[in-house]
């Protein structure tokens, strides 16, 4: 079922992957870079709420680090998959 699966950005994700802020714009970047190291604690808070955008597959706004909806390639997963999903199994 749709509902049950968690959709995310492709592209995106290597932010999460590689520890990088998500940022949504070039001015957005460059206030993370120098928090960075004048206030790491918050630099480091920001970057972690950051990494929500990666779930924004209908994204809208610029496409600065993230793809808007329609030109977005998505990923989805799946926490599990019933059995009866399943066409075939091997051991």
Not at 14 to 31: M, T, W
Not at 43 to 69: C, H, N, P
Request: one cysteine or more; charged letters at 30%.
């Amino acid at each position: 079922r749709r509902e049950d699966v968690l959709g995310s950005q492709f592209q995106a994700y290597d932010h999460v992957l590689n520890d990088f802020p998500l940022a949504i714009s070039e001015a957005e970047d460059d206030e993370l870079d120098a928090l960075k190291t004048s206030a790491p604690e918050t630099w480091m808070q920001r970057k972690i709420d950051s990494w929500q955008r990666i779930f924004e597959v209908d994204w809208q706004g610029e496409t600065y680090s993230l793809a808007r909806g329609d030109e977005a390639t998505l990923q989805g997963v799946l926490w599990q998959l019933p059995l009866s999903c399943a066409r075939r199994t091997r051991r």
